[in-house]
């Protein structure tokens, strides 16, 4: 079945820095990328997708590039804020299972002021 | 006008014991999931019903059977609680053909003591 594996773990960044995390999935027939952001004690909710027949996508300060030779996804977001301090989550998916999305492990985001 | 709604949000409960989460979706969707966060945040699937019809059964042992009465509800029930149950459950719903976005309830924190 699908793996998907995310790095890093954590990540610290001074606020206005950009940060980037990236994840790695082994299915190549997955087509759909989606990220989610939890902040403490919430739900994850989706803050950018992709879609497998594209190869980046971009709103406002975040972006996703999508490299599907190597099987790898990246989320990058600018002029970090002390908002964006939360928990990311990458994840795989692919339309013929029911969607079923597997996910990293996580990315803590701290972003200090 | 909550897009995906459980109940309850806490549940501490004794090993043994049996209990059940409600979940419903006023998004029209007719795909709802089970998904369970553990204690490292690492989210994984459960179920999957699609029009009232289970789609994806990932190895939860059988003490853990889901139910639902309409596409608009997806109840989990779980029999026999072990410490090892204690996690987040959270509920999402997706369209099926759309490969998109999953929409997650606000979870339900379960604590067997």
């Known amino acids: 079945g699908e793996n998907v594996e995310q790095h890093p773990s954590t990540l610290s960044v001074q606020e206005g820095d950009s940060a980037v995390i990236k994840c790695t999935y082994s299915?190549?027939?997955?087509?759909?990328f989606p990220w989610y952001k939890q902040e403490l004690g919430k739900r994850p909710q989706l803050i950018i997708d992709i879609r497998s027949n594209v190869g980046e996508k971009k709103d406002q300060r975040i972006a996703v590039t999508l490299n599907k030779t190597a099987k790898h996804f990246s989320l990058h977001i600018t002029e970090t804020q002390p908002e964006d301090s939360a928990v990311y989550f990458c994840?795989?998916?692919?339309?013929?299972?029911?969607?079923?999305?597997?996910f990293g492990a996580g990315t803590i985001l701290r972003v200090k002021s | 006008d909550t897009a995906v709604s459980q109940t309850p949000k806490y549940l501490v409960t004794q090993m043994g014991n049996d209990k059940s989460i409600k979940c419903e979706q006023n998004?029209?969707?007719?795909?709802m999931y089970w998904y369970k966060q553990d204690s490292k945040k690492f989210l994984k699937i459960m179920f999957s019903y699609n029009n009232k019809e289970l789609i994806i059964n990932e190895t939860v042992p059988n003490r853990f059977s889901p139910k639902s009465p309409d596409k608009a509800h997806l109840n989990l029930h779980i029999n026999s609680l072990e410490l090892g149950d204690s996690a987040v459950y959270f509920c999402?719903?997706?369209?099926?053909?759309?490969?998109?976005?999953?929409?997650f309830g606000p979870g339900t924190r379960l604590t067997v003591t």
């Open positions: 999402a719903s997706s369209q099926w053909d759309e490969s998109d976005e999953q929409y």
């Open positions: 299915d190549s027939a997955s087509n759909y």
């Open positions: 998004l029209g969707h007719d795909t």
């Open positions: 994840a795989a998916s692919k339309a013929e299972y029911g969607n079923k999305l597997v």
